[in-house]
């Protein structure tokens, strides 16, 4: 087979979601859920590395409140509001999607939880994606590992 005979098989096989990048999450969590209990629980399994990488959580269908804030010009803190909470989250090096943040509205999350500078739980946005409220599965880029088992 020819790579121009792949790329026509491919063609008539995949879809677009087939092509979005996939992050694994280790779980799905509820707001009140990323609590100091978690976190002292994950401090347990530290080091955190290569062969031993920080779990991997999710809001789904978080609405963002307001226009995220620039943070030394590539990061932002966006504040997302679940479940009658509001929730600020870092994101390192997504500055430039500050606008798409904004206009999507309603996001599904990829955080990590850590210590914030003032010594409570801190939530870290690794990854987001507009939210498809009332999908069966985190759909697109997350899949949730303890859900459906990839």
């Given at each position: ?129 507009p939210s498809h409220q009332g999908h069966s599965s985190l759909m697109g880029p997350y899949t949730s590992v303890s859900e459906f088992g990839t």
């Open positions: 087979m020819c790579s121009s005979d792949l790329r026509e098989y491919a063609k008539t096989r995949l879809t677009l979601e087939d092509l979005q990048p996939l992050v694994e999450v280790d779980g799905v969590l509820e707001p009140g859920e990323a609590n100091e209990d978690l976190l002292l629980a994950l401090e347990r399994l530290a080091p955190f590395g290569l062969e031993n990488p920080r779990p991997l959580f999710a809001f789904r269908s978080a609405g963002v409140s307001g226009p995220p804030q620039a943070w030394k010009e590539k990061h932002l803190k966006i504040m997302v509001r679940k479940g009658g909470r509001n929730l600020l989250l870092k994101a390192f090096g997504m500055g430039d999607q500050a606008d798409a943040i904004h206009e999507a509205g309603i996001i599904d999350v990829a955080f990590e939880l850590e210590r914030d500078w003032y010594g409570g739980v801190g939530l870290l946005a690794r990854d987001w994606r």
